[in-house]
C-alpha cells in the first residue's frame, strides 16, 4: 500500500508540472499575439485618427504639427463643403451608388441561384470560366472597357453611339461581379433541400421559391453584397476619372481630388473633405456589421 503511494505520488507531481509548464506557454504565446494586434490595430487606427484630428484643427496648428486641436474647428467641414462643392458631388455618388446597388443585386441573385439551384448543362465549366475572370487584374480590363463604352467596338445606345459622361458609364460596368454571385451561390447552394422538394409539392416554381423562401433567409449574404457593392461605387476614382471629362456625373471621390488640387496647402480643408467622404462608407458598415459578419461566417463552407 505504502510503495504504491510512493510510486503514484512523483508521477502526479510530475504531470503538475508539465500542465502547468504547458500553461506558462500558452500564456506566452497569447501575450506575444496580443501584443502583435495591439500594434496592428494602432497602425491602422492611427492614420484614422490623425485625419480626424487635422479636419478639426486650424490652418496654424497643422503647420506646427499638434497632434489634437485645442479648440474644435467645426466649421472647416461647411468651408470644405463650400469651396469643393460636395453637394453636387455627393448628390451623384447617391444616385451612381444605388443605381449600381440595384444593377448588382438583381444580377448577383439570379446568376447566384442559378448555379446553386438549377441543373443545366455545362453548369460547372460556365462557374469555373466565371470564377476565373476574378483573377484578372482590373488595370487589364481598364482600356478594352473604355473602348466599349466610348463606342470604338459597336455604338452604344444614345445619342452619338458613346456613353461617356454619361449615368450609364459609371454604373452599368458594376452591375455584373463574379465575387458577389460566387458568394450568393455558395449560400443558395446549402438551403436544404427538403425546402425545395415542399415548395414543389404546393406548386412552386424556381421563381417562386427564390423570392418567398430563400430570399427571406438569406438577409446576411445580401446585406453582405450591398457593403461590398456600396463601398466599391462609393469609393470609385480611376473609372470615374476616366469616362467623365465634365463635372456633370462626376463622383465625390473626384470632387475630393479636384479639391485637393484647388485647395492647396489648406490641409484642415483637405482632410474635412476627406471626413465628409467616408462618413457614409462608416455609418453603411455600423447599420449591416452583424448581418455582414454573419454573411461572411455562413458562406463560402460549403462547394
Known amino acids: 500500500m505504502d510503495k504504491a503511494l510512493s510510486v503514484s505520488t512523483?508521477?502526479?507531481?510530475?504531470?503538475?508540472?508539465?500542465?502547468?509548464q504547458k500553461q506558462g506557454i500558452g500564456f506566452l504565446?497569447?501575450?506575444?499575439l496580443y501584443l502583435i494586434l495591439i500594434l496592428g490595430a494602432f497602425i491602422f487606427i492611427f492614420p484614422f485618427f490623425w485625419m480626424v484630428s487635422t479636419s478639426l484643427m486650424t490652418l496654424g496648428e497643422t503647420i506646427t504639427r499638434v497632434l489634437v486641436p485645442r479648440v474644435p474647428q467645426w466649421t472647416n467641414f461647411a468651408e470644405a463643403i463650400r469651396q469643393g462643392n460636395f453637394g453636387k458631388y455627393f448628390t451623384?455618388?447617391?444616385l451612381i451608388t444605388l443605381g449600381t446597388m440595384a444593377g448588382l443585386l438583381f444580377t448577383s441573385i439570379l446568376a447566384g441561384y442559378a448555379f446553386g439551384r438549377i441543373e443545366?448543362?455545362?453548369?460547372?465549366?460556365l462557374f469555373a470560366i466565371l470564377?476565373?475572370?476574378?483573377?484578372?487584374?482590373?488595370?487589364?480590363?481598364l482600356i478594352p472597357n473604355y473602348m466599349l463604352i466610348r463606342g470604338d467596338i459597336i455604338?452604344?445606345?444614345?445619342?452619338?453611339?458613346?456613353?461617356?459622361?454619361?449615368?450609364?458609364?459609371?454604373?452599368?460596368?458594376f452591375m455584373a461581379n463574379a465575387f458577389s454571385i460566387f458568394l450568393l451561390r455558395q449560400f443558395f447552394a446549402q438551403v436544404p433541400k427538403e425546402l425545395w422538394d415542399a415548395a414543389r409539392i404546393d406548386g412552386a416554381d424556381h421563381f417562386r421559391f427564390l423570392i418567398q423562401v430563400v430570399l427571406p433567409i438569406s438577409k446576411a449574404p445580401i446585406m453582405t453584397v450591398l457593403?461590398?457593392?456600396?463601398?466599391?461605387?462609393w469609393n470609385a476614382f480611376q473609372w470615374p476619372l476616366l469616362v467623365t471629362t465634365r463635372d456633370t456625373w462626376r463622383p465625390i471621390m473626384v470632387g475630393l481630388w479636384n479639391f485637393v488640387n484647388e485647395a492647396g496647402p489648406?490641409?484642415?480643408?483637405?482632410?474635412?473633405?476627406?471626413?465628409?467622404?467616408l462618413i457614409p462608407i462608416l455609418i453603411m458598415y455600423f447599420l449591416t456589421q452583424k448581418q455582414f459578419t454573419q454573411g461572411i461566417a455562413t458562406t463560402g463552407l460549403k462547394g
Open 10 to 20: 512523483p508521477k502526479k507531481k510530475v504531470k503538475v508540472y508539465a500542465v502547468g
Open 120 to 125: 443545366f448543362k455545362g453548369k460547372n465549366i
Open 92 to 94: 451623384n455618388s447617391i
Open 29 to 32: 504565446g497569447k501575450l506575444i
Open 131 to 141: 470564377l476565373s475572370t476574378m483573377m484578372i487584374p482590373e488595370s487589364v480590363t
Open 155 to 173: 455604338p452604344m445606345p444614345g445619342p452619338g453611339g458613346s456613353w461617356l459622361n454619361t449615368y450609364w458609364a459609371l454604373t452599368v460596368p
Open 227 to 233: 457593403l461590398f457593392a456600396f463601398t466599391g461605387a
Open 266 to 277: 489648406q490641409t484642415h480643408l483637405l482632410m474635412a473633405g476627406a471626413v465628409i467622404t
